[in-house]
């Protein structure tokens, strides 16, 4: 079982930076494939990044603009996000993977455990 917290949403202005946090409980951390997800309101939720083995991914709107790594010893995740603009406000989620494979990491549904969400407000 594995439980997830994320932290550092905020309101920051467009041209900002934010560095979101995702605390990890459980012994076997380090096995599992991590990412960070977006819900914008009404909209469906999407890949923003993901680390695993093979490396690190990122989805196409984020490219060049965050950077997501881990820190195994603490068991935690991280975002950082620079050159906020308006369009990445959203419900950020942080998500853990059992069996991610390149080709899958980037796939919502075979994620086992997700955090609460934390909240992005990006003002123009």
């Known amino acids: 079982q594995v439980q997830l917290v994320e932290s550092g949403g905020g309101l920051v202005q467009a041209g900002g930076s934010l560095r979101l946090s995702c605390a990890a409980s459980g012994r076997t951390f380090s096995r599992y494939g991590m990412a960070w997800f977006r819900q914008a309101p009404g909209k469906e939720r999407e890949f923003v990044a993901g680390?695993?083995?093979?490396?690190?991914y990122y989805g196409d709107s984020v490219k060049g603009r965050f950077s997501i790594s881990r820190d195994s010893t603490k068991n935690m995740v991280y975002l950082q996000m620079n050159s906020l603009k308006p369009e990445d406000t959203a419900v950020y989620y942080c998500?853990?993977?059992?069996?991610?494979?390149?080709?899958?990491?980037?796939?919502?549904?075979?994620?086992?455990?997700w955090g609460q969400g934390t909240q992005v407000t990006v003002s123009s």
């Open positions: 998500a853990a993977c059992q069996n991610c494979a390149t080709n899958t990491i980037a796939i919502e549904r075979f994620y086992d455990y």
């Open positions: 680390i695993g083995w093979s490396g690190t």
